[in-house]
């Protein structure tokens, strides 16, 4: 079974910076694209930012130019650089990887949380 650990949330004050680390948990070959998605109390689970395995990147349109998500296929670790934050953008962050042929894997969730 295919394991993401995350790590980085907490709690910051507005216009602060987190980094977020998913790290898929033994080595695992054919990992195609990997991501973020976060889920506000209450809302639906929105994607974030999204990264293919040849470093192609989508985002958000609320996180542009904020937000920056990158990954090390070496170690299999997909990172989200936060920056400028806003109390929006509190939330559960939840990260994934994209198997081939074996499908989808997400991660346990870390809590992200922007104080006025």
């Known amino acids: 079974q295919v394991q993401l650990v995350e790590s980085g949330g907490g709690l910051v004050q507005a216009g602060g910076s987190l980094r977020l680390s998913c790290a898929v948990s033994r080595s695992e070959f054919n990992i195609n694209a990997m991501g973020w998605y976060r889920q506000a109390p209450g809302k639906q689970r929105d994607v974030v930012a999204d990264i293919a395995s040849g470093g192609n990147t989508h985002y958000a349109d609320s996180v542009k130019g904020r937000f920056t998500i990158s990954r090390d296929n070496a170690k299999n670790t997909v990172y989200l650089q936060m920056n400028d934050l806003r109390p929006e953008d509190t939330a559960v962050y939840y990260c994934?990887?994209?198997?081939?042929?074996?499908?989808?894997?997400w991660g346990q969730g870390t809590q992200v949380t922007v104080s006025s």
């Open positions: 994934y990887a994209d198997k081939h042929r074996a499908g989808r894997y």
